[in-house]
């Protein structure tokens, strides 16, 4: 159903006027021209040399541009990447709609767009001539050559895209989320665009008159929350591949009933075998249940990855790696849950959620692990509302001034309670182990207690969980002494482990105690052949696993990448085989 927005209001920057209508004289409001650029306080708005602008205009189109005439639209893919020549440009969020908001304006040398116009999803904006001058514009297609070819002038770009993804994800720009906090359905999509660094706007119907309002002018009953407004497009509690879809996130471009490898997660591991598969020639595809990214998808900052030194966001690596990946004709599909896999005239069939399914010659095991749950009265009921099993950006700004408890004493909530520490009143890190150098790397913990606001609290356990209908405090107990103590907590971060994603291989391959998969000398080797498998081979030929869903695997992102390197070769042989 299409959302039917009330009369336009305008920012006063400029009058609306319907859609490709010509722009007469006078249509820009008198102070237009007095609007001020927005600074480049995060390096996101650079402005492009001469020698850059050569290059772009080689490849490009340079034209006049009227005042108020639309450069592209909110929800248009396909769109020019646009370098603004002379004039100045506005980007606009909800055009036309009483959220019409401005997010940035744009004078000479600078460019627009961000991180969409390169992934294919519909954009988050409007982007508005504030009055006359000129653009160069660059088919998309050129784009991308010149990113891969240029790679200072590529990585300005692709950089100043991310940064600009992430002031969109800070600003609550793109999509609109209404519905209760109470509601499992409302935490799920907010869970699903979180995951896949989808700007978005919660407005949660307990608290927000504007939510009520919304619902009523759409003519939408409670009941039928959430609902999610996309690109002009009102979606009534839809299922993550009902938003994905809308969204526009990747979807292979047809059904690739016979690629050459398939790989199952698109965590690390999958990116890195995705990125190495398709650059050695490899029909690759790649699929994700929830997101690009995996668990380290989940964190704010990664300090131990080579090449890194100042440390690099999860989400940033993924989406670098997903644009590297497509760059060299890696196809993805995300969400799409492999549930089952079977051998089939020396193939690979692997079977989705949605009934569909992919075969291949090989197949990569890439889906690495998931978050334990944390055992504890109530939590079921606290779990989609103020429990999380990850500490980024989005889950930053749910508890923004509040008081926080994180479970656990690994890097992983060592790492949250440093950047929840800038975001949280007070953050008490509640760890089992009597000392925390039994599972937390010495950089961490010496940065841990140098903060602050954080406490941390050894040899305790969570008993309690207190609260109406979200949570607002924990008990936890002294493992020793047994005292108890009352913290307040708006929210919950649980960082105590992981169990393997291994359920979709079924009993096709060997498995250890725990669940994860055996390869190279830990499978028994075959009965009489006495074969000798590779380190990442599992037991069934042309199944490898990478990362960390494989026994003994080191649990780090680096040696994820490592290993999804490492299984291309392997799955080349097999693709040469078939
Ligand atoms: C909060 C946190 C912080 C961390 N910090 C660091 C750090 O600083 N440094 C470091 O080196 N490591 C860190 N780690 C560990 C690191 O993130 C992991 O070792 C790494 O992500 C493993 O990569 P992977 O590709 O093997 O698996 P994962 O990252 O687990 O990715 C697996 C992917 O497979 C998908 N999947 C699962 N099952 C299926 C299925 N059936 N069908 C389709 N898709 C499926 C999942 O959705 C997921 O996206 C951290 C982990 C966490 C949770």
């Known amino acids: ?17 319907p859609r490709d209508e010509h722009p007469g004289p006078g249509v820009v409001s008198e102070s237009a021209g007095d609007i001020e650029e927005t600074p480049d306080l995060q390096g996101a708005y650079p402005r ?47 055009r036309g709609t009483p959220e019409e908001r401005l997010i940035g304006v744009h004078g000479p040398g600078r460019f627009l767009g961000e991180l969409s116009l390169l992934t294919d999803e519909g954009s988050f904006y409007t982007a508005i001539a504030v009055d006359a001058g000129e653009v160069l514009a660059v088919p998309v297609a050129q784009l991308k050559e010149i990113i891969s070819r240029d790679t200072a002038l590529g990585d300005l770009i692709v950089r100043a895209y991310l940064a600009r993804r992430a002031i969109l994800i800070d600003l609550g720009a793109g999509l609109r989320i209404i519905g209760s906090r109470y509601s499992p359905d409302t935490e799920r999509v907010r869970d699903f665009a979180a995951r896949n660094r989808i700007p978005y706007r919660w407005l949660d119907l307990e608290t927000d008159p504007a939510a009520e309002t919304l619902l009523a002018q759409a003519g939408v009953a409670p009941e039928d929350t959430p609902v999610v407004i996309v690109h002009g497009q009102l979606l009534r509690n839809p ?76 989400a940033e690596l993924a989406e670098r790696a997903m644009l590297q990946a497509q760059k060299f004709g890696a196809q993805f599909a995300v969400p799409a849950e492999a549930t089952s896999v079977r051998r089939d005239d020396g193939q690979y069939v692997v079977r989705l959620d949605d009934g569909t399914s992919v075969t291949a010659a090989a197949v990569v095991a890439a889906s690495g692990a998931r978050y334990r749950r944390l055992q504890a009265p109530r939590a079921d009921y606290f779990e989609r509302m103020s429990i999380y099993y990850a500490a980024s950006q989005a889950e930053a700004l749910i508890c923004r001034g509040d008081p926080v408890v994180i479970v656990g004493g690994g890097n992983s909530a060592g790492q949250a309670a440093v950047f929840l520490s800038r975001h949280a009143s007070r953050v008490t890190l509640a760890v089992r182990e009597a000392d925390l150098s039994e ?57 105590i482990g992981v169990s393997p994603c291994t359920g979709w291989l079924g009993d096709l391959v060997d498995l250890d105690g725990h669940g994860f ?44 990448v490592g290993e999804g390197a490492m299984v291309i070769r392997l799955a080349l042989e097999r693709a040469r085989q078939a």
């Open 48 to 94: 492009l040399d001469d020698a850059q602008l050569t290059t772009l205009a080689e490849a490009g189109r340079r034209r006049a541009v009227q005042p108020a005439e639309i450069l592209f639209r909110e929800g248009e893919r396909d769109c020019d990447f646009f370098v603004i020549l002379a004039g100045k440009v506005a980007v606009v969020e909800g």
């Open 239 to 314: 299922s993550n591949a009902e938003l994905a879809a809308a969204i526009g996130l990747p979807v292979p471009a047809s059904s690739p009933a016979g690629c050459d490898l398939v790989v199952i997660g698109a965590g690390p591991g999958g990116l890195s075998a995705a990125v190495y598969g398709a650059s050695e020639g490899l029909r690759v595809l790649v699929l994700d249940g929830t997101a690009t990214g995996g668990q380290a998808g989940r964190t704010s900052r990664i300090e131990n990855y080579l090449g890194f030194p100042a440390g690099i966001s999860g």
């Open 517 to 560: 998969v055996r390869t190279g000398h830990d499978v028994p080797s075959a009965a009489g052949t006495g074969r000798q498998r590779s380190a990442l081979e599992t037991s069934q030929p042309g199944i490898f696993a990478a990362g960390d869903v494989r026994s003994g695997s080191a649990k780090r992102v680096a040696a994820a």
């Open 439 to 495: 599972n937390m790397s010495r950089y961490l913990i010496d940065r841990v207690q140098r903060i602050a606001n954080v406490d941390v609290m050894l040899g305790t356990e969570i008993r309690e969980l207190l609260g109406d209908r979200v949570l607002e405090a924990v008990t936890v107990e002294d493992r020793q002494s047994g005292a108890q103590r009352t913290l307040k907590a708006r929210a919950l971060f649980v960082f």
């Open 1 to 17: 159903m299409m959302w039917h927005q009330p009369p336009p209001a305008t920012l006063g920057l400029m009058r609306s006027r």
